[in-house]
């Protein structure tokens, strides 16, 4: 792709009172302590196919907020730096299947959003500009015949139905040598994709049907109390607390006990880490369903009581996720303040990170005008723009500033691959891990 | 790095005529193809750590013509694309030395030449960005203290002495796991580097001490025709043709009946493929010594006479190479003409590709307004200046004509990768292949 005019960056806002950039500087003075780790750990344990993590930078804190394996958005990344993602996608399918020519991606249902296909058209370019050829086989239950749609950036998409012989998928004559899953499998783990004699990644299990987002964020603490004794921080200022109730029935107010008791607790447990940073802010938290996915059934919480005075339309609202499914576990996690704001408006900007293997490829923010700086902005029916990092994030200078673009952007980069390693070991522990065959020898 | 503005991209002429665009026309069509077989390829033998390789397109041709697996010019890259090299970096080192944090550079004598010490500024910057502590040993007999030089580019660089201690080397107490040679050896095998316990690479004996010209042709040749089978083109439209005389002494004028032979014989070979293509230019060949680099030892040829004609100074200039060595084989190579132009005035302008492992991360064009498109535009004395490519090679367009510059660019990169491939053969067939580790499992 050819180079484009630098994009600007959001601004580091200073409204929120504490020790700033002190988490910058720690990463930083670190780097190559870091990276030798990173490469130990990636050594330890594979990472993930792909994936993208939101994340939340309070000035004093900056965290990892979700951590998506079958990340969309390919399309908001900066072309510049396709190259980048074309690099890692070659690596990626190396280390996943060696022999690989032929990539089937199994993308989600959705063939009214706009977005979504963007993002498959892109990834499916990055996928053949890679080497591979690469076809899109759709789950839609009554789809018979390729279906071409023809997108706003006037690329042409083709789903085709996905077909199964014996052991093997297919879509026409095409039998892919490895299976890409692009969707999430909120409504579950599809059958036709059962057993197969192809590699499907990331495995069926990693879906919304079977994680939870309390799997992750354990495993997230974990990792982020290794880095931080690695490099002599406070694990805290990289991790959100978390706590998580397993029977929730928002509908029937069953469980809302639970919710306040929690919730409650975490609100003190910042309160005191609040207290010990001089950061004056007021604490709140998230409140999520542990296997959602998509900004839904998500819910900003200041105080316990605010759980139980929902009306019925927050109660309806939290009780469903995507493809319908009922919220009953829930995790309430540390809200962390968004302290980049874009433009004259000032409007709130959030970093998104994506990874494909352990190499961090690109991201970009997501602004949004209307929104406060502690509001979740991945929420349905939001409107958010989308501004492409204008760096790579793999590119730290160290001759300037702790919060000039290309630190900020690595340190986001950091913070992204501590949150994927923590997934390659919940992929681990649930033993999600597909057979890696051996590299080229 | 951050963005620039798009750098324009040389004019491909049309004076030669000729089937045009045939080969950039082959390439595309296959991609996927080739993509796989090289994929094959790199599981079958390891790449070298890095190479740049110089290649001429004659529109009708497109073929190699020097493999230089010491690289410098990293400087000229285009910085948008530096992650490439960074990312490149990561898996180079980690297919070469799974656990290497400390990398030592052992970089050429050139103190005074600015532009080495710019790309070897720019190579050290890339591989401290991708993690690793990295540090110059330098070779330089009388250097007993850090001597620290201050480039045009306003980055100092510190070139530190090289100590043994048993079967380790290191520079102060910087004891490195890996050693990257930057020096092509020209002045033979250091004593100092035999036999390390600390794995070299390239190994030493890819030095210009120990290489020729020759054999890596010779395995290109067969690199070459392995790939235009694949694609069913004829090897000859990527395949510079060469014979070599083994025992020549310009200054005592012996075995010039041998190059009179074997120009003649090249010549002929040239014509008929030229009465075949329709190609109406004049024939010419090169005549380079076959242990050769820099340029050095290099002359055009256009008829069997001019070889005896020389006068003293023509063959003093032939007699010796770099570090003062002597030659005394040669290689007599088919010229290709430089299809490329630049600017208003019509510059000759001929690319430079730069791979990382087997990863292709970029490239630059050697721009020179005096010289004709039949003249070697590396050689000494020469004054040329540096276009960083557009684009990154590794992203072709297939909605795009077979010239544009992004197919342009991969056919380059493709070109460069066969190159790349002749000289990982050679590695193998010479034996110099240090013992690769086990990949991360």
Redesign the interface.
């Known amino acids: 792709?050819?180079?484009?005019?630098?994009?600007s960056v959001p601004h580091a806002t200073t409204v929120f009172t504490g020790p700033l950039h002190q988490v910058e500087s720690y990463l930083l003075d670190n780097?190559?302590v870091?990276?030798?780790w990173?490469?130990?750990q990636?050594?330890l344990t594979?990472a993930p196919f792909y994936a993208s993590v939101d994340i939340r930078n309070a000035g004093f804190k900056i965290a990892p907020v979700d951590t998506n394996l079958f990340p969309a958005g390919f399309n908001n990344l900066?072309p510049?730096?396709?190259?980048?993602c074309?690099?890692?996608v070659?690596?990626a399918v190396?280390r996943a299947q060696?022999?690989a020519?032929r990539i089937l991606i199994i993308p989600e249902n959705h063939t009214r959003n706009r977005f979504y296909l963007e993002s498959l058209a892109t990834l499916r370019q990055i996928m053949?500009?890679?080497?591979?050829?690469t076809r899109l086989g759709s789950l839609l239950p009554d789809l018979h015949e390729p279906l071409v749609i023809e997108l706003d950036s006037g690329r042409p998409i083709c789903l085709e139905p996905l077909l199964r012989e014996g052991d093997r998928v297919r879509v026409a004559d095409f039998v892919p040598d490895l299976i890409v899953l692009n969707n999430d499998l909120s409504a579950g783990r599809p059958v036709i994709l059962e057993n197969l004699a192809q590699p499907v990644i990331p495995g069926l299990g990693m879906g919304w049907s079977s994680r939870l987002k309390s799997v992750h964020f354990t495993q997230y603490q974990q990792v982020a109390q290794e880095f931080a004794q690695l490099i002599g921080m406070d694990p805290w200022l990289i991790d959100p607390m978390f706590r998580n109730c397993g029977e929730v029935d928002f509908l029937k107010r069953e469980g809302s006990e639970c919710l306040s008791i929690n919730i409650e607790a975490l609100l003190k447990a910042i309160q005191k880490k609040y207290d010990e940073y001089q950061v004056t802010s007021k604490p709140f938290v998230m409140v999520k369903a542990d296997a959602g996915t998509y900004g839904m059934s998500v819910m900003t919480v200041h105080s316990p009581d605010e759980v139980t005075e929902l009306n019925r339309k927050q109660r309806t609202r939290m009780a469903t996720t995507k493809e319908g499914k009922k919220v009953t576990k829930v995790i309430i996690q540390e809200g962390v303040y968004t302290h980049e704001t874009w433009g004259e408006q000032d409007m709130v900007a959030e970093p998104v990170i994506y990874m494909i293997d352990h190499?961090v490829v690109g991201g970009f923010y997501r602004v949004h005008a209307k929104r406060a700086t502690n509001e979740n902005l991945n929420a349905p029916g939001m409107h958010f723009e989308r501004l492409a990092f204008?760096?790579?994030c793999?590119?730290?200078e160290?001759e300037l500033p702790p919060a000039a673009?290309?630190n900020r952007f690595y340190i986001y980069g950091v913070i992204a691959r501590l949150a994927l390693l923590a997934a390659a070991r919940e992929m681990v522990s649930t033993g999600q891990l597909f057979n890696?065959l051996?590299?080229?020898?």
Request: a negative charge; glycine letters at 4%; hydrophobic letters at 30%.
């Open positions: 792709m050819a180079t484009s005019a630098e994009p780097q190559s870091i990276e030798s990173f490469r130990n990636w050594r594979q900066n510049t730096f396709e190259s980048l074309i690099q890692a070659q690596l190396e060696g022999n020519d053949e500009k890679a080497g591979f050829e190499h204008a760096d790579c793999i590119s730290p160290k673009h290309p890696r051996s590299d080229t020898t």
